[in-house]
Every structure is written in C-alpha cells, then in structure tokens.
C-alpha cells in the first residue's frame, strides 16, 4: 500500500458501517470519501499546511462517532434539523475537492444540523450550538460536526458555535451559510477544546448583495488545531473577520482565511490577534483576493502578536491576490513582546510582576473581546481568558 | 531618623554614567525641590529610586525607612508608600484607568494585610480625590492616559497619588506641557496632600511650579551631582540669574538668550 491508502485506509471501516442516508446524501459521502482517499491528509510539502503537520492525526487511529450539538436560543420561526430534503441545493456547493479534512467530514455527513432563518426574520438573542466531545470514555473518538445555515433576504441574527470535550479526539467540523441580499450576521466560534484535542475546522460563507456579516474565531484550546475562514462577498457586502488565538505549553494553532472579493463595492475587515507563551506555534496566513470584476473593494488586514516567551513561534504571512485596478487594500503585521515601559509603570504602582503581565496581556486581547456584541459571550470569553493566562507557570 | 538616605548614588546605563556620585537626605514631612537642566540626571535619579531596571546602580546605598532600598522590587517599593509621578505617563490601551488603580490600591492593601476593596467601595473612596483634582467619571473609564492631553495625564498622576497615599512622592516634572489653570489645580493637589507623614521630592526644570509648591529645600542637579543645597530662595536666584548664574551649561536657556 501506498503512504496515502495506508493512512486513509483505516477510515474504511468506520466509512462503511455509516448510518443509512437518503441516496443523494449516500452519493455525496462517497464522491466526497473517494476524493479524501485521492488527496490523503495533506503534508508540510502543502503550500497551504507548510507550518501545520497533521501527521499525529494521520497517525492515530480514530474511530467515528456520532455527534449531536446542543441547540438553545432557537426561536419559534427558525427551521431546525438534520440535513436532509432540499439542504441538497445548498449543501457542500463550496468545494470540498480542495481540502481533504472538509471530503471527510463529508464522507462521514450523519444528520449534522440545518437552520433556514426564513426571509425577514429578526432573532433577538444568539443562536448557540454546543459541540462537546468525551474522549475519556470509549475508543478514540473522531467528530464530524456538520452545520448548514441558510438565512433569507434581510434576515438578522446572532450564530455561535461552541467546541469543548475532554481527553483525547478529532473534531473536524463544517459549517457552511449561504446569507440572501441584506441579511446581517453575527457569527462566533470559541473554540476550547481540551489540551490533548485535535481540532479541524472551516467556515464557509457565501454572503450576498448588501450583507453585512461578522466572523469572530476564538481558539484557546486544543493540541493542534487549524481554522479556516472563507468568505465570498458580492456586490456591497461587508465582511468583518476577528480572531483571537491564545496558545501555550505545546499548542499549535494556524489560522488560515481566505476572504474573496468577487464583485463591486465590498468592504472586508480583518483583524486576528495572538498570544504565544511557551513552546506553541501559531500561523495566520491571510488571502485577499479581489477579483477583475470587483472595482472599488476596499479591504483592510490586521494580524497582531504578543508573544511572551523565546521559544514560541509564530508565522504570519499575508497573501493578496488583486486582479482589479480601482481598489484600496491594506495589510499588515506586527510581532512583538511585552512593552517594558509599561511593565515598570504598572509595578511601580505596587502591582507586581505576574499580575502586571497577566493585565497587559489581558489588555492586547481587550480590543477583540470589546468587539463581541454578546454579553455573555464577552463576559464568559473574560473567564476563559484569565485563567488561561494564569496557567503559565509562576 | 530620615525617611531617605541617598548615600553616593552612581548610576550607569549601558557604558554612560549619568548619575555620578549623589548624597541627599530627606525627612518626614520635608518636601525637596529637586532643578537641573535637561539631561543633568533628573528623571534618572527618580526612577534609579523607584526601581527602574534598565538603570544599573554601580556604587553607593539607598535606605528608605530604614530599609535597604535598592534591594527591593520596584512593586515592593510602591507597597511600602514610595510613589513616583512619572514624567512621561505610559499610555496602557485595553486597561481601564479605574481597573488600573484598584489593582494598584488592593495590591498594596494585600501587602499591608488589608482586605481588598470592590468595585464599588473603591468608587466611594476615590470620590472626593476625583473632586480635588476634578477628574471626571469619564477619565476615570478610560483606558489608563490612552489619549489623554498632556495635562490630563499629569493630572492623572496626582490623581494616583493622592488615592495611594505614598508615605514619599517623587514628582517629576508634573508642571511640564501645563498651563497656569492647570498647574494650579495640580499643585492644589499636590499641596492638600502635604503632612507631616509624607516627604516628597519635586523634580523640575523651572521655578514656576515652586511657587505654588512651596519646598523646604532646593537641590540644583546638573551632569549627575547636586551641585548647590539651599531654601527656596535658591529657587528664585536660579530664576534671575539662569543655571548660568552658578556657572552650569544649559543648552536650551542659551538657545533663548541668544
Ligand atoms: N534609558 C536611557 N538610555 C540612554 N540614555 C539615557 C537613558 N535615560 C537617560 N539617558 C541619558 O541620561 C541623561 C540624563 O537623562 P535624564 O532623563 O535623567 O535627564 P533629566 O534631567 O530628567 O532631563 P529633562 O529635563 O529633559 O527631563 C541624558 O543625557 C539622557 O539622554
Ligand atoms: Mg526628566
């Protein structure tokens, strides 16, 4: 056997004692299952996996369970269920050729959650859906959450999504929403895993005329972890992508977003914020692509670092691919360490070293957290935050 | 027994000595006026005395309540009632300057085994500090000096101080970039706040701020020692005759005389 069917082999098994599935749903997993086994888990030769090595997820021997999230904030009007019926002329329309963990999430597509906001609909507070994973209990569990989100002309709504577990296991989630003219949306993803957790994602969305949609990815836990965002504006859309990621000990995180500017007049915000302590590794890697048709985009990204120790890394690269003439796109980025002059301030006030640190660090982060619109979510992010940055050894 | 004792204070940064051999004295209750022109070691000598690290202190001892200062961790000095109005406020964006401060106030609450203070309390504590210096709620929400006027920022020094209560304040150039209303207010401050429990020492460049803090003695500082020790009327031949008059260089005073 080669490397590839030797690795995507051992899916086999799990691949073929799926639940039934309506036929097209059957169809899609096994175009989708071929097309894994063609690509295999990508490798560091991979332009885009360059500083990301899923070579222990290739390695481990995971077996698929079934995953339900747990939906609240859902209101009356609001469709909710699995993935079935006429999600089909929705569904797995991004791509899944180019990314072998999105084929396999795919391939392993049982129920996963689909939400149609009917057109015109207001939801008043956040939609949530809670992903928790026990890796203690069982085999080596490997996750699929799936999501399908198709929201209306002029609807308005709050999404997030939330990842915890325990123990050891992959979750390699989807989640895809296809946004209908003046539809606004916010939509969350706190990510925090366990420390021994694999955690794969990617976020598609494909955002229509006059949208106004957010995007705010928050990675705190995990071993290894890859996000990936992908937003297709049309004409006038606006696209805000935030994200945070905090990671020390061990713990690699790559932020991969592509943001496609495929018509007129879009506007994109990006800004992803880090902080590295310890021996983790981080990446943000941020494509802007304006396509010929798509004059008067104006674009604007932002990745920050604080990284707090020497043995952390860190590699930020932008990537702008502009095909128009008449546009405004800015970029840059910045790595830096704790400001000395104001550790000196803040200790000559009494505070003392750690807590001094711990508040700048707090304070880099601050500015992602204010752009949260949800309370509970600031407030909850807040905690989660203050005690990771009191996990550093004192 | 003096609260201060600087006892032949050199300090160097990098391969420059800046700080050359320093002796000073300060009791409770005195307030010392410490001038000198730009560069002569002022603002050196303050944060040699509050801990500042990229200072290397080369030779001489430092008691301060009885304690070997120069030994102690520039939080601990703070702790134990050592304030130092900073010249150049840090800009500190993402940390609410109220925030800032009660950490500042229970860190040193914890150290003197005092329950800490909420959010709330501290509010009704600071109230009247915030009248005396007419800081505004606003100010005090704010991100600590992150885009503050140069005066707001002096102001929100003594502000600092006057809720800490530091046993000794070192007030460098807290005159500097204010104008006279502001100044008054600031040394209004600064003067309710004098006792006889608490020394400071106030660093300046000109003797305006001097007459409305009024100092017991006055120390002319230039190229790292204190070269003349007098009362405040050393303060007002300084303002007649210039730095010149006691045969110092001053760049910027030559620069206005030509
Ligand atoms: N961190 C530093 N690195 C390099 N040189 C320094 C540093 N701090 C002070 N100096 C130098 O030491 C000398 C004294 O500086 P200091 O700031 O103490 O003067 P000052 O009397 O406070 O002046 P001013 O009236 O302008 O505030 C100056 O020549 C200054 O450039
Ligand atoms: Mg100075």
């Known amino acids: ?394 | 027994m003096a609260l201060l004792e600087i006892k032949n204070l050199h300090a160097t940064v990098g391969e420059r000595e800046i700080l050359k051999g320093i002796d000073l004295t300060v009791d409770a209750g005195e307030v010392h006026a410490i001038m000198g022109p730009n560069g002569s070691g002022k603002s050196t000598l303050a944060q040699v005395l509050a801990g500042r690290e990229v200072y290397a202190v080369t030779e001489g001892q430092v008691t301060y309540s009885g304690k070997d200062l120069l030994g102690m961790k520039p939080e601990d000095r703070a702790r134990e009632g050592m304030f130092l109005a900073f010249q150049y406020p840090v800009e500190i964006p993402g940390i609410s300057n109220t925030y800032f401060l009660r950490a500042a106030l229970n860190a040193r609450r914890k150290y003197e085994g005092l329950p800490e203070v909420d959010a709330f309390d501290f509010l009704e504590l600071v109230r009247e500090k915030m009248k005396l210096l007419e800081m505004d709620q606003a100010l005090l929400n704010r991100p600590v000096n992150t885009g503050f006027s140069g005066g707001e920022k002096k102001r929100n020094e003594i502000f600092q101080m006057a809720v800490l209560e530091p046993k000794l304040a070192i007030l460098d150039e807290t005159d500097s970039g204010l104008d006279i209303d502001a100044l008054k207010l600031v040394a209004h401050g600064v003067n309710a706040l004098r006792g006889p429990e608490r020394s400071m020492i106030v660093v300046t460049h000109y003797q305006r701020l001097l007459d409305y803090i009024v100092p017991d003695y006055v120390h002319v500082l230039a190229d790292g020692r204190l070269v003349k020790s007098g009362g405040k009327e050393l303060a007002l031949q300084l303002e007649e005759t210039g730095y010149a008059g006691l045969g110092i260089a001053d760049e910027e005073e030559a620069v206005g005389r030509v």
């Open chain 1, 1 to 394: 056997m080669t490397p590839v069917a030797e690795q995507t082999g051992a899916w086999l098994e799990s691949f073929t004692r799926q639940h039934p599935a309506a036929p097209w749903i059957r169809q899609l997993r096994e175009e989708a299952f071929a097309r894994f086994t063609q690509m295999g888990f990508p490798t560091t030769h991979d332009e885009e996996w360059r500083f990301t090595n899923v070579a222990p997820i290739a390695r481990s021997r995971f077996q698929f369970r079934d995953i339900v999230g747990q939906v609240s904030g859902l209101p009356a009007n609001v469709q909710a269920g699995a993935i079935a019926g006429d999600a089909r002329q929705w569904l797995a329309k991004q791509a899944f050729d180019q990314n072998a963990f999105v084929a396999l999430n795919t391939a392993f597509l049982n129920g996963g959650l689909f939400l149609r906001i009917p057109r015109g609909t207001v939801v008043e507070g956040p939609i949530e859906v809670v992903y928790s994973v026990d890796g203690q209990v069982g085999n080596l569990p490997h996750v699929g959450p799936r999501m399908l989100v198709v929201a209306g002309a002029d609807t308005q709504f709050t999404l997030i999504e939330r990842y915890t577990g325990q123990g050891r296991y992959l979750t390699n989630a989807v989640t895809e929403i296809v946004a209908g003219e003046g539809a606004v949306i916010d939509h969350y993803k706190v990510q925090h895993e366990s420390g021994e957790a694999f955690h794969i994602g990617s976020l598609f969305a494909n955002l229509g005329r006059s949208v106004n949609f957010s995007a705010t990815s928050i990675a705190m836990g995990g071993a290894l972890v890859r996000n990936d965002v992908n937003v297709t504006l049309s004409e006038g859309t606006e696209a805000t992508l935030n994200g945070l990621y905090v990671v020390n000990g061990s713990q690699h995180v790559d932020n991969h977003t592509t943001i496609d500017h495929a018509k007129p007049h879009g506007t994109s915000h990006e800004l992803y914020k880090g902080i590295l302590d310890g021996k983790a590794g981080a990446v943000f890697n941020g494509r802007i692509m304006v396509r010929k048709d798509a004059q008067k985009t104006d674009s604007k990204q932002t990745n920050k670092n604080l990284v707090l120790s020497d043995e952390a890394v860190i590699n930020t690269k932008p990537e702008l691919q502009i095909f128009a003439d008449d546009v405004r796109c800015t970029h840059g980025a910045t790595i830096g360490q704790l400001d000395a002059e104001s550790m000196f301030y803040l200790q000559s006030r009494g505070i003392g070293k750690d807590d001094a640190r711990n508040l700048l660090t707090y304070a880099f982060a601050q500015d992602i957290v204010d752009r949260i619109k949800v309370q509970s979510l600031r407030d909850s992010l807040e905690r989660i935050l203050f005690e990771k940055l009191h996990e550093r050894p004192q």
